[in-house]
């Protein structure tokens, strides 16, 4: 771990009722990482450091044993496993790389890293013997158990990361873009043991609203993942900022979705999160941070051993988690049957529904976005954009548009998902909506509505997911309607890439 990192407070919005979260696919249950086990690796991670000069730093002797006894543990353990050399500051640099090549999609690459190197003033036990050794464990408890994902797994221990993520954006750099793109997620573990530890997440989405933004799309649901393995186990989390000081860093640069866990540094636990977590107010995080203090007794075995647990609960969701299948869906990249006015009830005057590709409005932010999920074309109430933002928005009541008939499976658990948004000014109110249905020959069912209101709202990509199980073996139809049903206020709406999966 590098510099001063910028810690967050997450916030998790929940979906409207009638929606729920994706029904998560099968995953084999994780197992519990043996605490003894981990501690175990860092006493050896010690012995290397005081047989070494003090330290495992990039480029002296330390930091080769160090890598050595990673990749002859995992030799053992049946791992395929790469020594990649490099060189900074005139002095060679390893990664060590691990894959776990008997079973998993190798176009559908999982990676797990951590950092290797220790600063040179001291042995690094927690910044970040921990985090190595915790993704040492969990990759030999892979082993143990012949796990056979349906991603390929892939562990990497990192080098020079203390002078500035040398080694793993080599590795990044060095990897072609077809190799890029089989990389489908990164999880990284950097200091997971802190002596008065905090519970941060990496903040995939930014619902932490600070500075550094989110990751890439993909890196909320890891998140999730994450979030939901302390929630099990009752410990609250909070959010930390994707801000370039891990090695995350060179693989969200190049879009590769990322998340892992972290304990804290050289900043100060609050009174607040001494409340949420214990330890002690007013005091680091970890007090011998880049000191030689940074030794066996420098770690929290309570944090180390949940957060070792967390990793292998991420490991095995993530990478045995059998992926959905794609019943039915529609990118609007092509015409595909959708009705406008499908009843011949709308009463919208402009801004009716209509497949294309749209133009950006704004009006207090923006209100109809320019930009869709996937592709040149979406739903879009009104694509053009007009001398002024209200000249193709809704007016006048509702507009609606409704699916070609979709024949679901017999069983399963099947899940409706969908982009959107709801744009409109604060002269909007409650009588606007945005809503989604499912139409059968037994009538109609709404599952999703979202309300206007008397606030500006700003046009901003949303996904939800509603599940259609009660429909199975059923031929339905989705039910689109926005309105404009407050007057004269300005409302622009969008759907994108929906889906239904079993």
Known sequence: MRTLRAIGTAVILALPLA?????????????????????AHLSQFQTI??????????????YLASANY??????????????QSFTYNGATGYNVIAEWTRAGDANDVLMVGAHLDSVSAGPGINDNGSGSAAILETALEVARQNLAPAKRLRFAWWGAEELGLRGSQ????????????????????????SPNPGYFVYDGDNSDGTGAGPGPAGSAQ???????????????????DFDGRSDYGPFIAVGIPAGGTFTGAEGIKSSAQASLWGGTAGQAFDRCYHRSCDTTANINDTALDRNADAIAYAVWTIATATPPVVVWQDTFEAENGWTVNPNGTDTATTGTWERGDPAATTSSGAKQLGTTVSGTNDLVTGRQAGASAGDFDID???TSIQSPPITLPSSGTLNLSLSWYLAHGSNSSSADYFRVSVVTSAGTTQVFQQLGSAT????????????????TGQSIRVLIQAADASGASLVEAGVDDVKITR
């Open 19 to 39: 929606f729920t979260a994706p029904a998560a696919a099968t995953a084999a249950a994780a197992p519990d990482i043996s605490l003894a086990a981990v501690k």
């Open 49 to 62: 450091a005081n047989d070494n000069g003090g330290n495992r730093a990039h480029g002296r002797p330390g």
């Open 70 to 83: 990673v990749k002859g543990l995992l030799d053992a353990a049946g791992f395929t496993t790469t020594l």
């Open 170 to 193: 080599f590795y990044v750099n060095n990897l072609s873009a077809t190799e890029r793109s089989r990389i489908k997620g990164y999880l990284n573990f950097d200091m997971v043991g």
């Open 222 to 240: 890891i998140e999730r993942t994450i979030q939901d393995y302390f929630t099990s186990i009752g410990v609250p989390t909070r959010g930390t």
């Open 396 to 398: 006048g009541g509702v």
């Open 456 to 471: 500006n709202r700003n046009g901003a990509w949303t996904t939800a997911t509603a599940n259609l199980s009660a429909y």
